[in-house]
């Protein structure tokens, strides 16, 4: 089955105007047409596959490279950072909660390198992850148990110090539920990490549908931080930080010269992603991706 939306699906507003066409590069080379919505400024991916036809889309050797080889610079340079997003992400959650440990739920955690970063830090984990294999690869490599997304309704109320989701929420189907999950899941006085890419980056305008981050149709919702304060505000949060990803803009450009077939896409990428770097350094709302810290109203 498909979804096709002809009211936003974030805000409801009925008026909507197409504006891109991407193409699906990874996994079936089909196209997708993006829908905007000026009100709450989110795109979304239209005619996209629902929650049980969309299994597919993720299949891919392409796909799966980029969490496990290590052959070729893009793989290397992704093994740097997410080596140091990783400790950065640790961080940014001590800093914010104050604690130096707690209890966290990753949902969408994949292969479960954060989750194993916060449990030797002594933190108490849980992971949610819909994908089998990644399930079984945390378990196997961390011995960390993941549960499937149904799990979430089974958790008792309040008992997060932390819930994070690492450029996730882009991908789940019940957008809304998701966030009355993370409401329902996190203490009272317990702080929300989302990092979602951003259609409103000099990289998206630069690269249109070629920008990478727009991943039709995996990336069902194109948000920017209006989106965000919409959402949080909807939901009872409010954003209390907002931070960039400093190597999200090379993966993303390096990736989107590929989808261009550029010749020079290496310095190509690393010009560009530096460029989209500097304007997310000088003002985050630019920022290819940004991480919102948020708390409960
Ligand atoms: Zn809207």
């Given amino acids: 089955m498909r979804i096709s939306y002809t009211e936003c699906p974030v805000c409801q507003h009925k008026n909507l105007t197409p504006f891109l066409v991407c193409k699906d590069y990874t996994v079936s080379g089909e196209n997708f047409e ?6 709450c400024q989110t795109g979304f991916t239209q005619n996209v596959p629902d929650q049980e036809s969309i299994g597919i889309y993720y299949k891919s050797a392409q796909y799966i490279s980029h969490t496990d080889t290590k052959k070729g610079l893009v793989n290397q340079l992704y093994h740097f950072a997410r080596n140091f997003m990783l400790s950065s992400k640790q961080q940014l ?6 604690l130096q440990q707690g209890t966290l ?6 292969t479960g390198y954060f ?14 992850e819909a994908d089998e294999d990644a399930q079984a690869f945390a378990q196997k490599n961390f011995g960390i148990s993941v549960f499937s997304p149904p799990k979430l309704s089974e958790l008792p109320e309040k008992q997060f110090d932390a819930i994070t989701l690492w450029h996730v929420l882009e991908h789940l189907h019940d957008l809304h539920g998701a966030w009355a999950h993370c409401s329902r899941l996190l203490k009272d006085a317990g ?19 070629q920008w990478a981050a727009y991943d039709v149709p995996r990336h069902l919702w194109h948000f920017s931080p209006a989106s965000l304060d919409f959402l949080a505000e909807k939901h009872g949060f409010q954003i209390i930080r907002k931070k ?14 590929k989808y261009k077939g550029s010749s020079l896409g290496l310095l190509a990428g690393a010009w560009h992603g530096g460029i989209a770097l500097l304007k997310g350094l000088a003002n985050v709302n630019r920022s290819s991706s940004v991480i919102y810290v948020l708390k409960k109203k």
């Fill in 34 to 39: 993006i829908s905007y919505c000026h009100h």
């Fill in 191 to 209: 702080i929300l990490f989302i990092a979602v890419p951003n259609h409103q980056s000099p990289d998206a305008a630069h690269y249109q549908a």
């Fill in 93 to 98: 959650v001590s800093q914010h909660t104050g």
């Fill in 115 to 128: 989750l194993d970063m916060m449990k030797r830090k002594n933190w108490q984990v849980t992971g949610i």
């Fill in 105 to 110: 739920l990753d949902i969408g955690s994949g």
């Fill in 244 to 257: 960039i990803m400093p190597f999200d803009p090379f993966y993303i450009a390096l990736l989107s010269e």
